[in-house]
Nanobody, 125 residues
Framework: VQLVESGGGLVPAGGSLRLSCAAS????????MGWFRQAPGKEREFVAA????????DYADSVKGRFTIYRDNDKNTLYLQMNSLKPEDTAVYFC???????????????????WGQGTQVTVSS
């Protein structure tokens, strides 16, 4: 399984970015997917997750109302639309795939078996 993130960059506070995660190597449609982030000196933290069908989504409190997770199963791609970005959103963002199929979303990193290499998001004040 390979996950490749893209779309990171440098934006001013209040700006927007859309991250993408292209999946290959197994039936993407069957697995819940998540976004996590890690800032320098901090632990990896949950950002958002979505079920295999896209019917259920979950967000960290810190991003609710600003970020939207969605997926295109025809394109095997996961997205994270980030609006109203804040300097505290600065981090490396990782996408991850659940280790088992057709499960509910979870914020626990240990439940995800596959990870991308990450993409840097920097929000300037």
């Amino acid at each position: 399984v390979q996950l490749v993130e893209s779309g990171g960059g440098l934006v001013p506070a209040g700006g927007s970015l859309r991250l993408s995660c292209a999946a290959s190597g197994r039936p993407f449609i069957l697995y819940a997917m998540g976004w996590f982030r890690q800032a320098p000196g901090k632990e990896r933290e949950f950002v958002a997750a979505i079920t295999w069908s896209g019917a259920s989504k979950d967000y960290a409190d810190s991003v609710k109302g600003r970020f939207t997770i969605y997926r295109d199963n025809d394109k095997n791609t996961l997205y994270l639309q980030m609006n109203s970005l804040k300097p505290e959103d600065t981090a490396v963002y990782f996408c991850a795939a659940d280790r088992s199929p057709t499960r509910a979303t979870t914020p626990q990193p240990d439940e995800y078996g596959y990870w991308g290499q990450g993409t840097q998001v920097t929000v300037s004040s």
